[in-house]
C-alpha cells in the first residue's frame, strides 16, 4: 500500500544524491503513491469504508478527504522541490550531499501522515501525529543556520509538550473503555467505541476529550498555542512550509475530529467539544488580526494566516450543523490548495530575491509579471473573496454562527476578516507595485511556464462556481461521518 510506498521511497532517497536519480526515484514514487492512494479511495468511497489487512488498516470518507489532500499536496510540493532544492544546492545554501536526506525526511514526513488518516485506532493516530513531529523537526532546522536551529527547538518542544496532552487523554480513554472492550487495541478502535458510548466513565470521557483537544490543538495551532508555527514556517525551506501548513496541520486537526466524532455519542453531547472548538477558533481568528496587520516577514504572513484559517475550521467543525461542517470539510481542501500554491510562489519569490522581508520586495509586476498575477489569486483565494471556493466555505461557515443563535460571533469574525483581508491587501500592493531594486531588476525574467504553479489556485476558482455532484455527495458523506461517529 501507499505507506510502504513512502517508506520505501525514504529509504532509497539515501543511495544517491544525484539530481538525475532523486529526480527519478521521486518520480515514480509519487506515481505509485497517487495510483495506490487513487485506488484506496476510490473502493472506500464507492463502499462508504474500506479495511486492509484484518482491519488493521481502514478508511472511510472523512480518511478519504484527508488522503486525497496529503496525496494531491504532495505531487505539486515534490515536483517543486526538484528545481528549488537544486537551486538551493547552486547558492551553497547547504551541500549536495544533504540533498538526499531532504528527499528521505520528506518522505518520512509523508508515511507518518499517512499512517494517521489510514488507522482506526486512535493510540495509534497519536503514534502518528508523533512521528511528524520527529521528521518534520530535521526538515525545519534542515540549513542548519542559527535561526533554524532555534526554531527546530521551539517547534518540538512546544508539540512535544502539546502531544503529551494529546497520550495522557488517550489515556484516560483506554481507562474509561478497556473494562467495556477489554485490555486490548479495541478499547481505542473507534469502530468499536460507538458500541460502549453511553457507558464510558464520564469523568474520564470528559478529561480525556479536553486532554486531547488541547494536544493536538498545539499541533494545530490554535492560539494561544501556536507560538512555534510561524518560526518554522520562516525558517522551514519553502517546499516544508507548504506541506506543515496545507497537510500536517489538517492531519492534527483530523485526530481531533475523531474525538469529536466519539464525543457526539456520549453523554458529552456535540455541544461540549463544539463549545471548545469555538472558543479556539475565534480566539485564532482574534489575535491573528494583529500578527497579520503588522508583520514585514513573508513567510511568517503566510503562517499566521494558517493559524486564522484553522480557526475558521474550528468554528466550523464546532458548530456542528450539517450546514457549516459540510463548508468546513470544503475549507479543508480549499485551504490545503490554496496555502501549498502561496508557499510554493513566494518561496520561488524569496529565493529570486534573497529576502523574506515585505519592505524590501518591490516591482514585481515589473520584473515577473506571471508571478504578480498568481499572488493576486493567491490574496484573493486565501482571503475569501468571492467567486474563489474559499468565500463558498466561509459562507457556509459564518452564516452557520447567526442560524445557531451566535450573532455577537458571527460579526466579530466577519469583522476580522475584513480587516484580514485589508492586511493582506496592504502587503501584497507593496510588494507587486512599485521601483524594484537594482539587483532584482538584474535578476532574469520568468517563462511563462510559471503559470503552471497556479492550477491548484485554479481549482480553487472552479469549486467557487460549481461544485460537481460528486464532490458534493463525498462531502455529504465526510458530514455523516463526523456528525453520526463511524
Known sequence: MFIGVAVIAAVGMLFSAKDTYLRLLNSVALV?????????????????????GSGLLYWDALSALLLSVIIIIAVYVIIFSFGYMEEEVSEKKFPRSRLK????????????????????????????????????TLLVGFYRSKKAIEAAWKYVILCVVGISFA???????????????????????????????????????????????????????????????????????????????AVLLNCALYAILRWYSLANLTSLGPDFVGTILISFGVLSLGLMVGFILLQNDIKRLLAYSSVEHMGILAIGFGLGTREAVWGASLHLLLHGLTKANLFVIIGRLVQKTGTREISKIRGIFKIWPYTGLIMVLGLLGITGTPPFGTFRSEVF??????????????????????????GFLYHFLQMLYGEPSEDVQQQPRESVGTLALAIPLLVVLCLGLFIPESLNEVLNQVVNVILGGV
Do not use: C
Request: glycine share 10%; net charge negative.
Open 32 to 52: 505509485l503513491l497517487t495510483l495506490s492512494g487513487g485506488w484506496t479511495i476510490r473502493e472506500t468511497l464507492s463502499h462508504g469504508s474500506y479495511a486492509y
Open 101 to 136: 536526506w531532504y528527499y528521505f525526511w520528506i518522505w518520512i514526513f509523508m508515511a507518518t501522515m499517512l499512517l494517521v488518516v489510514s488507522t482506526p485506532n486512535l493510540g495509534i493516530i497519536w503514534v502518528g501525529i508523533e512521528g511528524t513531529t520527529l521528521a518534520t
Open 167 to 245: 497520550l495522557l487523554g488517550t489515556m484516560l480513554l483506554f481507562a474509561s473503555a478497556a473494562p467495556l472492550l477489554g485490555q486490548t487495541l479495541d478499547a481505542l478502535d473507534w469502530r468499536m467505541l460507538p458500541e460502549v458510548a453511553g457507558q464510558l466513565d464520564s469523568t474520564f470521557l470528559r478529561l480525556g476529550v479536553l486532554f486531547a483537544i488541547v494536544g493536538y490543538g498545539a499541533k494545530v495551532g490554535f492560539a494561544p498555542m501556536h507560538a512555534w508555527l510561524p518560526d518554522a514556517h520562516s525558517q522551514a525551506p519553502s517546499p516544508v512550509s507548504a506541506l506543515l501548513s
Open 397 to 422: 461557515i459564518f452564516s452557520g454562527l447567526f442560524k445557531t443563535g451566535h450573532p455577537l460571533i458571527g460579526f466579530l469574525s466577519i469583522a476580522f476578516l475584513t480587516i484580514i483581508f485589508a
